[in-house]
């Protein structure tokens, strides 16, 4: 299909062009050109789900060229279902982000042309079905949410957006290194063309390769122990941008590493590697969930939030085996969603919180429940979802991995499931029981712009909505997927 | 160290037994040039074949402007301290000499090693030395003029990408047209890396002073 209404391309176009208007309109505009077009992005993206319905997978010659020469753009259920989950949480958080600005008018300079150009990576590096193409989607990726860390300027926030600058370079770095020994191998960087050329007895270069960029995207994606760079990136940032980060951000390398395991390295990746990325993603979920509990700091305890949910997602390596492969896929893609969704509206909430209260500071939080309670509630839907209840998305998730798990007899991962489940209640129940409180001596919780609690609200609703009717979604995602 | 030292030993390792490629891409890139509408391979590739990546590749440039215009803390324009006389005197003189220079690359990037990549980076040099010798001002905030030439390659690129798609694809120039539609977007690209690579030093001098 090639027609200038074609939603593929303009899913990278669309942010790249109003991000560069934003630009030269002047620092803090774009803000209502921003939302007009997300919601615009949102269409697109659920036109295209709907097309690949019917009529599967797509590609896309850019230029006309085709691989191996030109590069070449693919849409499966997968890259389809993260662009749909892209512009759902882009599309309220931009709503939230012009309140909020409204409010806290600090970072909001360049906020909007980076956050353009942010999406445009996104949609760019799901879309992508070249090797040096992605390389170049993480640079423009890394530098937007590095750009996105640094603009509330400030002592803290910089050193933050410094350590996230060399960690998530390093990454790309060893990515890079990886692009380069495959293209020594075959010749090609093209997805289409190394997937038939890639086997089991593989020379060592590729090995070597797969190697490297598994490690760089697992250290920007802040899986356990490469986690130190997330928590004061995310901690730190404005709460639209923490929300754009958590939610976002670290999906991006964590769609590459499926994409690579199991299509591109799948003849590659053995038993034992899965295991070990699975126990990694277990130590993720025990760490993470272990600091937020200690945290002071509301905006810190999300962020080791976010440290322990992403090990879940990693749990779908050990989980998809034969037997499994696709109730692990489809639970592990939920669980991004659901996760996104989710940690989205928390992180809204919680910068709600500290508009209201003036300060990032949990044992201040007395009052928020009577002054707020739209925001506490919507805080306390996305803990629902965390912790994997019923009727969230989360629980779907949950419930897709627990079955894959006790299908194949991984019986260790279930009780590490429910585990978890409790530890993230234990973090979620610290914050509510706080905000329940009186208004202690001295504090004073002030209302907040209506748009910031409903915005926020939007986000934790859908991430229930998609729990309910979730159906359609993994159907898509198995489009183009061999069952 | 250890570790380094033993990813060096796997790397050489590795690529002392590499196999002979399955694909050749410079042989296709030669049997394509005739559709180009240039005559480099390298200009082939970084704004026909792979131009999608090239068109990335601006916006990284621009972000990474973003990101130093984000930390700056000045508000607005900082008056240029005066220099040698001399200075000054050669400044004038060579600046617009490198602006030839700059031309002379784009233009000949069509048949030869040069381009709007190399034509910036001459015309970023002059900008930097204009403003040692105190000739320009230094901008943190840059105003709406200067804000369109630091996008207006990006967004030339922009136009003839989407002006291909209404003919079809994204970025698939008419074969006969190809050679004029490079060298517009070259002339845009130039002008706004110039400006870009300027800006990361002009925009970051009051911070470090």
Known sequence: MSSFFDPLPWLVMLPLVWGTIAFMLGAGRGARLAIVAIALQLLLALKLAGQMLEGGARSYAVGGWGAPLGIDLAADGLAAAMMLLTQAVALPLAVYARGYFAARPAGSALFWPITGYLLAALNALFLSADLFNIYVTLELLGLAAVGLVAIAGGKQPLAAAMRYLLATLLGSGAYLLGVALIYGAYGSVSLEVLHPLVAAEAPLAVMLAAVLMLLGLLLKTALFPFHFWLPPAHGGAPAPVSALLSALVVKASFYLVVRLWLELFAPLATPAAAQLIGLLGAAAILWGSWHALTQTRLKMLVAYSTVAQIGYLFLLFPLATPETAASAFQGGVMQAMAHGLAKAAMFAAAGSMIVATGRDDISHLGGVGVQLPLTLFTFGMAGVTLMGLPPSAGFSAKWLLLMAAVESGQWWWVMLMIGGGLLSAAYVFKVLRRAFLPVAEGDHVTPVPRVLEWSAFALALAAVVLGLYGEPLLQLLMVGRMA | ?209
Not at chain 2, 9 to 14: I, R, Y
Not at chain 2, 129 to 148: C, D, K, N, V
Not at chain 2, 175 to 191: D, F, N
């Open chain 2, 1 to 209: 160290m250890l570790a380094a030292a033993g990813l060096a030993l796997a790397l050489g390792h590795a690529i002392l037994q590499l196999p002979q490629a399955a694909v050749s891409l410079p042989t296709q890139v030669a049997g394509n040039m005739g559709q180009s509408g240039v005559e480099h391979p390298v200009t082939a590739v970084l704004l026909n074949f792979r131009g999608y990546d090239t068109l990335l590749e601006v916006a990284v440039l621009l972000l990474a402007f973003f990101g130093v215009m984000a930390l700056s803390q000045t508000q607005s324009m900082c008056p240029a301290e005066p220099a040698h006389a001399l200075l000054q005197a050669l400044a004038r003189l060579l600046a617009p000499l490198m602006v030839l220079v700059a031309g002379y690359l784009l233009w000949i990037g069509a048949y030869a090693p040069g381009g709007a990549f190399q034509a910036g980076a001459v015309l970023a040099a002059a900008g930097v030395m204009l403003r040692l010798a105190g000739l320009l001002p230094a901008w943190a905030q840059p105003g709406r003029l200067l804000r369109t030439g630091l996008v207006a390659g990006l967004l030339v690129f922009v136009v003839v990408a989407l002006i291909a798609l209404g003919q079809g694809v994204l970025l698939q120039y008419p074969s006969s047209a190809a050679g004029t539609l490079i060298l517009l977007i070259e002339t845009g690209l130039a002008l706004s890396i110039g400006l870009t690579l300027s800006g990361l030093y002009l925009c970051s001098m009051e911070t470090r002073a």
